[in-house]
């Protein structure tokens, strides 16, 4: 048996940026909120959130990805589909765990829909907070740890979180949308 070793260093982004159409943010939010919220265990999200694939076919969410591609192609050249996209909602004392998304080999994303004063989502590879801001988002890679601490939120805190991956040879002739 031959055991090959050997450390690497990964090069990794995180990106910080807003949206400034209030139609897409409001639109977006809108469409949470009028859906059912379900509580999922186990998962890294302690709070209410949708499934996992609950915005992958939203027309609101690919606008919103098309607004930012200018932002999406500084970190990422090729085209890329949503592995999933789903919608968080955080009250008193909801949290995230600390954990990453390596399934993620494109780049993943969050998107806050609502202003709060809250934790933010701490990077602790980067030993930075984002702080929230209705139409604030982040592209980071998916090997980045995060988390949101515990807080005693005065009104929800609202997020969409997604992972998307690159498009690969067995995606070419399945019915999926990939995003150009």
Known sequence: MNLYEKDFLLKTFLLVDEVNDEKIINSLLEDVLKNNIYYHKPTNVVAKHTKFSFLNENENFYNFLKSIKKQIHSIFKSNFRIIEAWAN???????????????????????????????????????????????????????????VKKFNYTKDRITIAFNCGEVGYEDKNTEIKIIR
């Open 89 to 147: 909602i955080y009250n008193q004392n909801d949290y995230t765990r600390l954990h990453h998304h390596r399934q993620s080999d494109a780049f993943s994303g969050i998107l806050y829909l609502t202003d709060s004063p809250g934790p933010g989502t701490y990077f602790p590879e980067y030993d930075l907070t984002i702080h929230e801001k209705k139409g604030r988002f982040v592209l980071f890679h998916g090997y980045l740890s995060h988390e």
